[in-house]
């Protein structure tokens, strides 16, 4: 293979020319196990690494994508394929020239919505996408990190202003809370217990967070706040507006919403003036109170919406806490490729704690 290091040759001559790969068909919106789909080509110039995958991770609504965002899902995807499973276990087969990434090496990813998914034995990673997996975790649990943690990541330390200087360091140097770079902020996570939730719960607490977690279930209660909430609200008994209106001092300096609809809407009376208000599934401002700007007690928020970056770097840094035991992937269930579909139904049900794996190869 032209641009690939000498020391691929072996493993080269071993590959397979054909590999199980699970296609969406957008036309019937069915999903299709092809035994013999030919390896995806490496493109070294553009960083490409050929991968053997273990495990790879569902997200929600992913299936819809192709739909709601056909120019992103296709930005990169010239032959619209759609592998679902964008979250990526697996080992090196081949590496361009310049990456620091080699042969044998064992890594995980995100890999990004615009190119084809991970649910087929041979996939595309590319150097800034990849991290060494968590030395501590298995393949199955390295799944249900990298989509999920970098959202909490990006929304914590990115856009929800929460300090990151050094907080890696202290934590693995200290108690693990961090040091209180967080500066004791109130974040408030709704869907806690689900993928991201789990994540946004650990690093805030990691950052010195006090988190408040909404949950569904006294099972996940208990759950949550071994994770590290110190506060929870079950969705099923009490909103959260009616929660704030029963005393302000439960309002929070931060909501991290991965609910939408209602909650988010509810969300905008959680957070205090001059706080921050992050959704990951709309734009907040779609979702803002009727006759908010009358309100008398109108408050002035930072609101957004963002879609998650795939940044190996920031995956080099969870894998340091992992390692050291500070924070931890939850596993909701494993699948087999051949039971592609019943994965989706068990995330399409709403209520996964934490992720869904599909394993792919053993
Ligand atoms: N913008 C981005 O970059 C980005 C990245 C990742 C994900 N997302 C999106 O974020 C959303 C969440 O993803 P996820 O993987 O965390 O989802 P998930 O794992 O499927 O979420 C499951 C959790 O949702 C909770 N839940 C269900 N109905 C609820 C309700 N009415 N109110 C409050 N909680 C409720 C469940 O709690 P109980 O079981 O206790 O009921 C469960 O813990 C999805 O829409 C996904 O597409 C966006």
Redo the contacts with the bound molecule.
């Keep these: 293979m032209t641009g690939t290091t000498s020391n691929t040759t072996d493993r080269e001559s071993s590959l397979p020319s054909t590999a199980k790969t699970v296609i969406y068909d957008l036309s019937t919106r069915t999903l299709q196990l092809h035994r013999s789909v030919p390896l995806p080509t490496p493109d070294p110039t553009r960083g490409d690494h050929l991968i053997r995958v273990h495990t790879t991770a569902l997200?929600?609504?992913?299936l819809e994508w192709p739909f709601l965002f056909p120019d992103a899902i296709f930005s990169d995807n010239p032959e619209r394929v759609i592998i679902p499973g964008y979250d990526l276990g697996g080992t090196v087969v081949t590496a361009p020239p310049a990456s620091r990434f080699r042969p044998g090496d064992e890594i995980y990813a995100r890999t990004p919505a615009s190119r084809s998914g991970n649910c087929r034995e041979y996939t595309i990673a590319r150097t800034g996408e990849m991290a060494l997996k968590p030395k501590e975790l298995d393949w199955v649990q390295t799944a249900c990190v990298p989509?999920?943690v970098?959202?909490a990541w990006?929304a914590l330390f990115v856009h929800g202003g929460v300090e990151l200087e050094g907080l890696v360091e202290r934590a693995l140097g200290g108690s693990g809370d961090g040091g209180g770079g967080g500066g004791k902020k109130r974040v408030l996570v709704?869907?806690?217990?689900?993928?991201?939730?789990i994540w946004l719960v650990q690093l805030a607490r990691i950052a010195g967070c006090e988190v408040v977690a909404?949950?569904?279930?006294l099972e996940?209660d208990k759950f949550i706040r071994a994770l590290g909430a110190s506060q929870t609200i079950n969705?099923?008994e009490v909103g959260l507006k009616q929660w704030v209106d029963l005393d302000s001092n439960n309002e929070v300096d931060i909501a991290i919403d991965?609910?939408?609809?209602?909650?988010l809407e509810e969300s905008w009376y959680c957070v205090k003036d001059g706080g921050t208000l992050i959704?990951?599934?709309e734009t907040p401002e779609t979702r803002r109170p009727d006759g908010w700007e009358q309100m008398e007690r109108k408050k002035d928020l930072k609101s957004l919406?963002?879609?998650?970056e795939p940044i190996g770097s920031q995956l080099t840094e969870v894998s340091k806490l992992i390692d050291k035991g500070l924070c931890e992937p939850v596993v909701?269930s494993v699948w087999d490729l051949e039971d592609i579909e019943k994965a989706f139904e068990r995330?399409n049900s709403?209520?996964?704690?934490?992720?869904?794996v599909v394993k792919v190869v053993g």
Excluded: W
Excluded at 190 to 197: E, F
Excluded at 214 to 217: D, I
Excluded at 350 to 356: A, D, F, L, N, T
């Design positions: 997200c929600a609504r992913e989509l999920s970098l959202t990006q709704t869907a806690a217990a689900g993928g991201v939730g909404q949950v569904g279930s996940n969705y099923r991965s609910v939408g609809g209602k909650t959704s990951i599934v919406f963002f879609i998650m909701d995330l709403g209520h996964p704690r934490g992720k869904v």
